[in-house]
């Protein structure tokens, strides 16, 4: 490891290695890097353009080149890279579960390495060496709008349902192909019944549809077709996502529900009752019907007896019931207006203002779903917003409440600035605030070395201990170098370590990691963790390019010979031909 880390350049581990041997190192003795996640832990990834938090088990089933992985980079940004490799380790039974003041958690070997702070620098910390109090690195942004889709083509996600609209372009395939050669590609006795006159016809389904453009090698446009079943109401093949449908899937995900045969949302403010009617007449080519309902007071249900809108809102992940809730995936690569909108509507339905003259301005989501407050927390993320997660029971409806909390005052400005939550309340100005997250200690001696204080400043020479937002300031008012201005500036937030706890598994069970060059971080658990990557390939490619004047020994867990190439082969992803290189193995 000592070699990778004292290549400042940001380059991929087994390229630093290479380095190292070019400059003169006669030996390398090389120790396997085993740190791990549990199987059941969440990273995530972003795969078709679709950001996904997913068990990092399953990340082997995805067959993907192009698997992109958010990381923060040298300069400290976070980005998207390449998933470079994906490693499976053996069977383990010890592990960590680290858990942080704003809620967040993870579970890894206890050798697993995560980020904290040191001298002004993002540093590495194993999971085992972690103590209540010390500095832990979260990301304090995610990427936004790297999927800012403008409409969404129903045709890929409602492939049950059938067209209305598209008889030219069936026209043109059957002369193209010929009516005996149609019938027998869609497995019909006559292709015209999806030509009749509109009292008889019979809508093509959209898999046959398809099926048939691609035998007659025809090219379709969508923009005036409908999709929808046999007699039900339609949606268009297109859907535009925009600020309006954006806030009507906020609404459900915090409001609706699914019953057998339509779509319900409920809510006791005539003002979102309104807006709701006018996007589903507007977008949805329906009006619902509205009723008004007693309860714990007043409240009007709009219902949707529509089931082609019934079946986008569950294949889009929105959940069925309240426990079952979720974010879109697609929300999150769209823009911050977008995601804004989003919010908009989730927080009208289960959203509070708390302004309160002893603890100040506090913005917070209450959901039973445990899911949903978990993408919550990653979705402010991409907004550049740290929420804390804190969970509470509750004795009326017997059951646990999850809230996602807002309470940092220029985060909360930032988000009414941005959305109407139809609430008006006067924000209380406080003073100062005495939360410890995204604080840190230094040296002043080091402190010096980067910075220039004026004299409003010099406090910080005697106290040795800032908050990261105030560093910003005195970056922006002082002379400093690029490094100081680099860590200041960074996205990524100073969280504290709340309690470890070392956890035994009852059987043995695989870990896996992820190896992401040449940034070698990755974000995962609950609400969002960095994380250090594996470096077991790269270790084994310095043992294979060790030149002839060159001495490499590394160290590798297997029972026997098989056991090694088990390890290298099939778990590293390493060519049997490179497997070849090793000229001895030595067994203890």
């Not at 300069?75 to 069977?91: A, D, G, I, N, Q």
């Not at 995610?142 to 403008?150: A, H, K, R, V």
């Not at 019909?188 to 099926?211: A, G, H, N, T, W």
């Not at 402190?447 to 201990?465: I, N, S």
Request: charged letters at 30%; hydrophobic letters at 40%.
């Amino acid at each position: 490891r000592s070699v990778i880390t004292r290549v400042e350049a940001e380059l991929p581990a087994e390229e630093a290695l290479r380095t190292a041997l070019r400059l003169g190192d006669s030996c390398l003795i090389i120790g396997e890097v085993r740190s791990s996640l549990r199987g059941d832990q969440e990273v995530l990834v972003v795969h078709d353009g679709i950001l996904k938090r997913m068990q990092i088990a399953d990340v082997e089933k995805i067959r993907d080149e192009n698997l992109l992985v958010p990381t923060l980079d040298k300069s400290y940004k976070v980005r998207l890279e390449k998933l470079h490799h994906f490693v499976k380790h053996p069977k383990r039974k010890l592990f960590v579960e680290v858990v942080t003041q704003t809620g967040r958690r993870v579970t890894v070997t206890p050798e697993h390495s995560v980020f904290t702070v040191k001298d002004f620098k993002v540093v590495e910390m194993k999971a085992e060496d972690l103590k209540p109090g010390d500095k832990i690195v979260i990301p304090a942004k995610l990427p936004s709008g790297f999927y800012d889709i403008e409409y969404l083509d129903l045709t890929k996600i409602l492939q049950d349902f059938r067209l209305e609209g598209v008889e030219e372009y069936v026209r043109k395939a059957i002369k193209k192909v010929g009516w005996k050669k149609a019938c027998k590609l869609l497995g019909i006795s006559d292709v015209y019944m999806y030509l009749r006159p509109e009292k008889k016809k019979c809508r093509i389904p959209v898999k046959k549809f398809k099926k048939l453009m691609r035998a007659a090698n025809l090219k379709f446009e969508l923009e005036n077709v409908r999709i929808k079943n046999v007699t039900s109401k339609e949606l268009p093949a297109l859907l535009p996502i925009n600020n309006d449908v954006c806030r009507f899937l906020g609404y459900y995900v915090s409001e609706g529900w699914c019953e057998k045969d339509k779509l319900v949302l409920s809510n006791s403010k005539e003002e979102i009752i309104d807006d709701i009617i006018s996007i589903a007449k507007k977008y949805f080519y329906t009006r619902p019907r509205v009723r008004k309902t007693k309860g714990w007071g007043e409240s009007y249900q709009v219902v949707f007896n529509h089931s082609p809108l019934r079946a986008l809102i569950i294949k889009l992940g929105c959940g069925r019931v309240s426990r079952e809730k979720r974010i879109p995936p697609i929300i999150y690569g769209l823009s911050e207006n977008k995601i804004y909108a989003f919010l908009e509507g989730l927080y009208r339905g289960d959203g509070c203002l708390v302004v309160s003259e002893s603890s100040g301005n506090t913005l917070k989501y209450s959901t039973k779903s445990l899911n949903l407050a978990n993408d919550l927390m990653y979705l402010l993320l991409s907004l550049g917003i740290v929420a804390t997660f804190r969970k509470r029971y509750d004795k009326r409806y017997d059951n646990w409440l999850y809230e996602v909390v807002v309470k940092r005052r220029k985060d909360v400005r930032k988000m009414l600035s941005n959305m109407d939550l139809l609430v008006q309340k006067e924000l209380v100005e406080k003073q100062f605030s005495h939360s410890t997250l995204n604080t840190f200690s230094f040296d002043p001696v080091i402190l010096a070395q980067h910075v220039r204080l004026k004299r409003k400043f010099r406090h910080l020479k005697r106290l040795g201990r800032c908050s990261k937002y105030y560093l910003q300031k005195v970056v922006n008012e002082c002379e400093v170098d690029d490094e100081i201005r680099k860590f200041a500036d960074g996205e990524f937030f100073i969280d504290e370590v709340k309690d470890v706890r070392f956890v035994i598994s009852r059987w043995p069970e695989y870990v896996y990691d992820l190896s992401v060059n040449p940034t070698e971080n990755f974000i995962g658990g609950f609400g969002g963790i960095l994380l250090h990557n594996t470096e077991a390939l790269a270790l084994f490619e310095a043992m294979r390019v060790g030149a002839l004047a060159n001495v490499v020994a590394g160290t590798i867990h297997g029972e026997s010979a098989f056991g090694v190439y088990d390890r290298v082969v099939p778990d590293l992803g390493v060519p049997p031909t490179s497997f070849k290189a090793i000229d001895l193995i030595t067994i203890c």
